[in-house]
């Protein structure tokens, strides 16, 4: 079992900045690929970034290439999203997830999920 908690949300004007962390329970954190998923009003929950179980490997979805960098410290059991330049387009509730080993883009491929933080950005 993993428990996943997010910190870091809140409201903040356009071109700012945030950084959001995930903090997870359990000893095998490093085994465990993380992946960041956003929900808008009205919208779908959708694939932000994920980071393999080592940090080697990084993935971002388009619309947050070149602003957002994932990264991960096993040592704290942390993972975090470095959030640059925001749009308000990018207003949501910011998830983190877990999978054990490996995992894709799709949220169906992850088994624990965090309770989810705010994100505002203001025009």
């Known amino acids: 079992q993993v428990q996943l908690v997010e910190s870091g949300g809140g409201l903040v004007q356009a071109g700012g900045s945030l950084r959001l962390s995930c903090a997870a329970s359990?000893?095998?954190?490093?085994?465990?690929?993380m992946g960041w998923f956003r929900q808008a009003p009205g919208k779908e929950r959708e694939f932000v970034a994920r980071?393999?179980?080592?940090?080697?490997?990084?993935y971002y979805a388009d619309s947050v290439k070149g602003r957002f960098t994932i990264s991960r410290a096993n040592a704290k059991n942390t993972v975090y999203l470095q959030m640059n330049s925001l749009k308000p387009e990018d207003t949501a509730v910011y998830y983190c997830a877990a999978k054990y080993y490996i995992a894709g883009s799709s949220e169906s491929e992850y088994d624990y999920w965090g309770q989810g933080t705010q994100v505002t950005v203001s025009s």
């Open positions: 359990g000893r095998t954190f490093s085994s465990y690929y």
């Open positions: 980071i393999s179980y080592s940090g080697g490997v990084t």
